[in-house]
Nanobody, 117 residues
Framework: QVQLEESGGGLVQAGGSLRLSCAAS????????MGWFCQAPGKEREFVAE????????YYADSVKGRFTISRDNAKNTVYLQMNSLKPEDTAVYYC??????????WGQGTQVTVAS
């Protein structure tokens, strides 16, 4: 069974930075797509960014383009989300996800990010 464990969330002032990490274990990760989603109170979970196994394909939500950077280290089975120029509206629980090209099958428990104005 795949386990995804996020870390790196916390409280930061607007304009600050955080780096989230997600360590994966429990399966062969060749071809494993990984991504980040977020869910703010009272809102649906929404897509933030994703990265293919090779790192050649990367996609971002429009709201984070130019501010967030997703990367992965396959030797460590870990994906990262560098978040810069944070805004109060980025406040949410951030979830790591992994799966095939067709579907995200695995989810982490989430890590809280709070951006104070």
């Amino acid at each position: 069974q795949v386990q995804l464990e996020e870390s790196g969330g916390g409280l930061v002032q607007a304009g600050g930075s955080l780096r989230l990490s997600c360590a994966a274990s429990g399966r062969t990760f060749s071809g494993y797509r990984m991504g980040w989603f977020c869910q703010a109170p009272g809102k649906e979970r929404e897509f933030v960014a994703e990265i293919s196994w090779s790192g050649a394909s990367i996609y971002y939500a429009d709201s984070v383009k130019g501010r967030f950077t997703i990367s992965r280290d396959n030797a460590k089975n870990t994906v990262y989300l560098q978040m810069n120029s944070l805004k109060p509206e980025d406040t949410a629980v951030y979830y790591c996800a992994g799966g095939t090209l067709v579907k995200y099958e695995d989810w982490g428990q989430g890590t809280q990010v709070t951006v104070a104005s």
